[in-house]
């Protein structure tokens, strides 16, 4: 073998070394690309399901203020409505006791007849 023949095969040694870490150099670009574009769909699907998650959260949430303000609604009606039997309740007592309202008011008999208050 001659000397420009050795040249000539060691050059294009050279050359088929360079092109094969050439094609795995851009293997690995088109592996790495096609993770970075997984990843980005998998953030973009992560996030709507977390927007979902939220909105679902913060309607349950309504939901539940919604019932609690009908319960407290609820429980004021109960309670004016309590307070309009015991204000019915104390009427009476107090007819019965003949207008006297409370524990120190002496109850009136029938012949016992009723005087105008003077101031």
């Known amino acids: 073998m001659s000397a420009g023949q050795s040249q000539r095969s060691v050059t294009s040694s050279t050359r088929s070394r360079q092109e094969a870490e050439l094609a795995t150099s851009e293997k690995r670009e088109r592996a790495a690309a096609e993770t970075a574009a997984a990843v980005a769909r998998a953030s973009r699907l992560a996030a709507a399901e977390l927007a979902a998650a939220r909105a679902e959260a913060e309607a349950a949430a309504a939901a539940e203020v919604d019932v609690l303000r009908g319960?407290?609604?609820?429980?004021?009606?109960?309670?004016?409505?309590?307070?309009?039997?015991?204000d019915v309740l104390a009427r009476e007592a107090a007819r019965e006791a003949g207008g006297a309202v409370g524990s120190h008011a002496r109850p009136r008999t029938r012949q016992q007849p009723r005087q105008a208050r003077s101031r």
Do not use: E, K, Q, T
Request: proline residues 0%; glycine residues 0%; aromatic residues 0%.
């Open 71 to 86: 319960s407290i609604s609820s429980s004021i009606s109960a309670d004016d409505s309590a307070d309009a039997d015991l």
